[in-house]
């Protein structure tokens, strides 16, 4: 593969020095007999005549025997794995990978950082969908296939739900360096924290509309994919795919922008399922509130309702910070800003976007 030339001297040195170490453990790991292989992440896409999936996941090295399908072997995740080992693993810069979509066969290739994010035009049914990955080696020799999950959303569906993760369904403190780094690289993924009452939150909004899609937005590694994506089903969190980014640097930046990246992935959204209407939530910890206002003046038809969860005086300091009178910039788009899942939700009632829980005492007087 050729060397990359970058026009910007600064951050061309720092994507010069990151290509030169992805390279030397790529050749490590190939003189070690590893094995090349799929991480898979869920995706998302569209049904109907012009219907399309987003096909997500990372192409590394890993050990012979201690992958299985793409994903780590049961014992390990059952003992717990810590931070670390989720940016260990050799990336493929430039991996080739086919996919299987039912009967259609494609072929993608994975970007500098080994991440594979490619648009793919075919028609599936509304609905979680399976697709088969398998990367080839440098001598195009197949390695074992992976399956994969994709979303695929009703050409129909008016409504849906885009959540932020840190601090938001985690407790993570994430923008202070020091714990940013404790929590990402040493923290067993068992001991985070889920926040109080927003799994039973998100579950009700779910089965409010089951076919509505939930997509989890982070400022997140891709390398955390995995882990986050267990600890949303432990927590008992509704299934979505996870939107995160590259932590290295970028054309033109040092330093890849978090805030930067929420924005451009919001505003891919509005332009992909322009027919969506989506509630927004996310904290006041970082920039969500506004973000979120940004994006609900330039679309405002594309934006339901905006849901701050309110941190504690505590974690608002952990966090970075709290940003306030940005709520009622959006006339016309209701906010909800409160701390924890269940009084959102009651604000929710109030404002019609979530149906009441039933009553049980009338439940337990029809059953006498």
Excluded at 39 to 51: C, I, Q, T
Excluded at 337 to 353: H, N, V
């Amino acid at each position: 593969m050729p060397t990359p030339q970058y026009s910007e001297p600064l951050s061309g040195l720092a994507l010069s020095i990151e290509d030169s170490w992805h390279a030397f453990r790529l050749n490590q790991a190939r003189r070690r007999g590893w094995n090349i292989t799929v991480l898979p992440y869920r995706g998302y896409g569209l049904s109907g005549d012009n219907g399309w999936i987003r096909v997500l996941g990372r192409v590394v090295m890993s050990k012979p025997g201690r992958l299985v399908g793409g994903r780590h072997l049961p014992d390990v995740v059952a003992d717990g794995i810590r931070g670390w080992r989720n940016f260990v693993s050799p990336t493929v810069l430039g991996a080739t990978v086919d996919v299987t979509v039912g009967d259609l066969h494609f072929t993608v290739t994975a970007d500098r950082g080994g991440v594979l994010d490619e648009r793919l035009a075919v028609n599936l049914a509304p609905g979680w969908q399976k697709i088969v990955l398998c990367p080839r080696d440098e001598d195009g020799n197949t390695s074992d296939p992976v399956t994969s999950s994709v979303f695929v959303v009703d050409s129909a569906q008016t409504h849906g739900v885009i959540c932020d993760v840190d601090d938001t369904v985690v407790v993570t403190a994430l923008p202070r360096p020091m714990l940013a780094a404790w929590n990402s690289f040493v923290l067993d993924e068992h001991a985070r924290n889920s926040t109080p009452g927003m799994p039973v939150l998100l579950d009700r909004i779910t089965r409010d509309q089951p076919m509505a899609p939930t997509l989890y937005l982070s400022t997140g590694a891709w390398n955390v994919n995995l882990a986050l994506t267990r600890f949303l089903a432990r927590n008992m969190y509704p299934d979505g795919p996870l939107l995160l980014t590259d932590w290295g640097p970028t054309e033109g930046r040092v330093f890849r922008s978090g805030t930067q990246h929420k924005v451009d992935r919001l505003r891919r959204l509005a332009e992909e399922f322009p027919h969506i209407s989506w509630l927004l939530i996310g904290d006041d910890g970082q920039h969500d509130p506004e973000i979120y206002a940004e994006f609900a003046r330039r679309y405002p038809d594309n934006v339901r309702a905006i849901v701050i969860r309110q941190l504690s005086p505590s974690q608002a300091v952990l966090a970075g910070g709290r940003s306030e009178g940005i709520m009622g910039s959006t006339p016309g788009i209701p906010w909800v800003y409160a701390s924890d899942g269940g009084r959102i939700a009651q604000r929710l009632e109030a404002l019609g976007l979530l149906t009441p829980p039933p009553q049980l005492d009338a439940d337990i007087e029809e059953n006498v």
